[in-house]
């Protein structure tokens, strides 16, 4: 491992094999602690598709159901407090909630990309402020930190170049500034089912967190923009085998297959992570496609200074999607019985 310090900006080299630092943990165990949604006793705890699992400041869990385009909320003992999401395309009503997040750790944050807006709500329920996406429709995801400025990655097309880009925006969503951008080359009648993307975080302190799969890197921005640690790990790149190349073709394409006037190119390896989230205290999680002889995933865990402490695994279909109060959540769209479930395990740090 290597810490050096360029311009300001504090750069953190970390080997392949995890750092054994002295009064550091070397192991996480995960035990269950929860289950939402195996239960047909309470049919508000059941899902159709679960698109995330946030957790706010008294520990509600918050769940939106992309399938019935609602929010769910429950305490932290499970028991559900509340259903709300009207259908539709007038004020406070959704077509879509494909993204969610929460601002300053309360405010719900959703991204509605059929109605071409996204709004804010309380976890009573209540529509507190909606805003058009304007020329902006294409984006993706969305972030906003404590103040209301809001981060948003989309993807232009611009003389055969796909143009990628993290941008932030004030609070009335007017763009002030582009984070990162790259470029990807389109050509007609060629597919590629694992492309280049960026991936980013809000952290709870509104650093900003991003990273380019194409890279084991992450650069961290303090509020205003100003880069103050880049994070780098070697890595041994996974080929993508046959057996997973027929996977993604079945997932991708279903029953019928590759169209005929289509051409999918694969790349060699698979890209250095999958995404990352980060926990309350500014630990950072990157799931990775190194597999254990189960096919689980490994998820490679980084502490407040970008030092890479330790690996554990979880199970492919299983989606970590928050951590709070050394509790994490994720969220299972379809367990061993084919049903969705929330799941949260107490974390043990040994």
Sequence with gaps: MKIEKKDGLTVVHNPKKAIRKAGSPSSLVLTLDL???????????????IGGVLVDVDEDIIVIDE???????FDKTGKHVRTFGKRGQGPGEL???SRIVLKGGKDIAILDTANNRFSYYSKTGQCLKEMGLRKYSSVRRIKPDSKGYIYADST??????????????DPEFHMIDTVAEAERISKVYEFNPIPEWFMY???????FIWGRNTKYEFTILDPDGKP??????????VKISDAARKKIIKETFGDSG???SLRVVFPDNFPAFYYFICDDIGRIYARTYQENDRGDLQWDVFDEGGIYILSFFLPANEWLYCI????????????ETGIPVVVRYRMDWR
Excluded: C, H, W
């Excluded at 289950?35 to 598709?49: C, H, M, R, T, V």
């Excluded at 975080?201 to 650093?207: E, G, N, P, T, Y």
């Excluded at 103050?228 to 790149?237: F, G, Q």
């Design 95 to 97: 077509q879509s909630a």
């Design 156 to 169: 232009t097309v611009d003389e055969g170049k796909l143009i990628d880009k993290i941008m932030k925006f």
């Design 35 to 49: 289950s939402i949604g195996k239960s047909a006793a309470d049919e508000n705890a059941l899902f159709s598709i």
């Design 324 to 335: 709070k109060k050394d509790k994490a959540y994720t969220f299972i769209n379809e367990n």
């Design 67 to 73: 399938r019935e385009v609602v929010i769910k909320v």
């Design 228 to 237: 103050l640690r880049k994070i780098l790990k070697d890595y041994s790149p």
């Design 258 to 260: 590759i169209p005929d």
């Design 201 to 207: 975080d809000v952290m709870d302190d509104d650093r």
